[in-house]
């Protein structure tokens, strides 16, 4: 089992950004592949951005591309998702998300991920 708790969701506006955090615990950190999601209202939830158990090989959907950042600290448990640039319609509910498969190569599909967090919500006002 893998528990993963998102912070730093929060209302900013339009250009800003804001940091999310994911920590988790339950299994060896540094052999999951990290991926964050989101969901807005109405919306089927998107792939956003995932990182390796390495924390070499990065993915990012094409609507965050240039704008967002995952990284990880595998000391800490932690992977975290830097955002820039933000805009109103990147208002959603982020997910955390835990890939036990080892793949090298970072995942993009809801289904290839076994553990998700409850969410933080993001919220551009425009």
């Known amino acids: 089992q893998v528990q993963l708790v998102e912070s730093g969701g929060g209302l900013v506006q339009t250009g800003g950004s804001l940091r999310l955090s994911c920590a988790a615990s339950?299994?060896?950190?540094?052999?999951?592949?990290m991926g964050w999601f989101r969901q807005a209202p109405g919306k089927e939830r998107e792939f956003v951005s995932a990182?390796?158990?390495?924390?070499?090989?990065?993915s990012y959907g094409d609507s965050v591309k240039g704008r967002f950042t995952i990284s990880r600290d595998n000391g800490k448990s932690t992977v975290y998702l830097q955002m820039t640039s933000l805009k109103p319609g990147d208002t959603a509910v982020y997910y955390c998300?835990?890939?036990?498969?080892?793949?090298?190569?970072?995942?993009?599909?809801?289904?290839?991920?076994?553990?998700w967090g409850q969410g933080t919500q993001v919220t551009v006002s425009s």
């Open positions: 339950g299994r060896t950190f540094s052999s999951l592949n």
């Open positions: 998300a835990a890939d036990t498969s080892a793949s090298y190569l970072p995942r993009s599909r809801r289904d290839e991920y076994d553990y």
């Open positions: 990182i390796n158990w390495v924390g070499i090989t990065t």
